[in-house]
């Protein structure tokens, strides 16, 4: 007899890869224990099709269920789930989509998932307690260069070559034009959310590359010094004023000390 483990590895490939032979010789029970495992089989691919369909709805809104169902289908065979928390399946699902068959018609299919997989994201998230203004009016000016933030959960930044978050409000408001002509167009949006609400903002790509540097952890000094790299105009200060007053900031870290100010 395998030991558990070999059998649960069996187990999971006859589920996942539809490679019933290795686990057959340990099924038992029934006339025909295949056909159980294959209602297994059938559940675990149906679950996960139908957590991808609820995840984009706006995407079979642009280009049709049955197109997503099928690279559905195809996605969960190749790429299973790796973590236990089914919210957290599908981050790779646009650009898989992006290079099935019949997604070639529309160049801005993987833009467009791709923000609707983001504000899936921030929609469930929950506010943290900002950090107190005061926080910052006492900090070392000298030493502000070297302080790391943490941002809200319920943000992220997408740079895209599609004006994507356009046509996702048309989505949203429940509209469709009779034409409508999506022309390339570099943007730079920030997605904010929490408790089942979010919204898009488009930035300028200085306030969007220090807005999503700060939020990968990048000292305050780095993320001016990439923004000055992407506008020579722009104003450090200004920025880190907007985070506060956009009440973005939640913990502040001073590098040299390695302490958080935590204001959760």
Request: charged content about 25%; overall charge negative.
């Amino acid at each position: 007899m395998p030991a558990l483990t070999e059998i649960q590895f069996r187990f999971r490939n006859a589920v996942i890869d539809g490679d019933s032979g290795p686990v057959a010789p340990v099924l038992v029970g029934g006339r025909n224990p295949q056909k159980r495992l294959a209602i297994h089989r059938r559940n675990y691919e149906t679950g996960l099709v139908d957590a991808l369909l609820l995840k984009f709805p706006a995407t079979r809104w642009l280009i049709g269920t049955p197109l997503v169902i099928e690279a559905a289908r195809q996605f969960i065979r190749r790429h299973p789930p790796q973590a236990p928390c089914i919210a957290e399946y599908g981050a790779a699902f646009p650009d898989f989509l992006s290079k099935c068959a019949g997604a070639e018609r529309l160049p801005y299919l993987r833009d467009f998932a791709e923000l609707e997989w983001l504000a899936g994201q921030v929609a469930i998230a929950i506010d943290a307690m900002p950090v107190d203004p005061e926080e910052f009016s006492k900090a070392d000016l000298k030493t502000l260069p070297d302080v790391r933030l943490t941002l809200q959960s319920g943000l992220r930044y997408l740079n895209a070559s599609w004006p994507v978050e356009n046509l996702l409000k048309l989505y949203l408001a429940e509209t469709a034009p009779d034409q409508l002509e999506l022309v390339p167009a570099r943007v730079w949006i920030e997605v904010r959310g929490a408790r089942g609400e979010f919204q898009l903002n488009r930035l300028d790509v200085a306030s969007f590359t220090f807005r999503k540097c700060v939020s990968e952890g990048c000292t305050l000094g780095e993320a001016a010094e990439r923004a000055l790299d992407a506008d020579a105009d722009f104003d450090p200060g200004q920025a880190l004023a907007a985070l506060i007053a956009n009440r973005f900031v939640t913990a502040v870290r001073q590098t040299a000390e390695d302490k958080f100010h935590d204001r959760l």
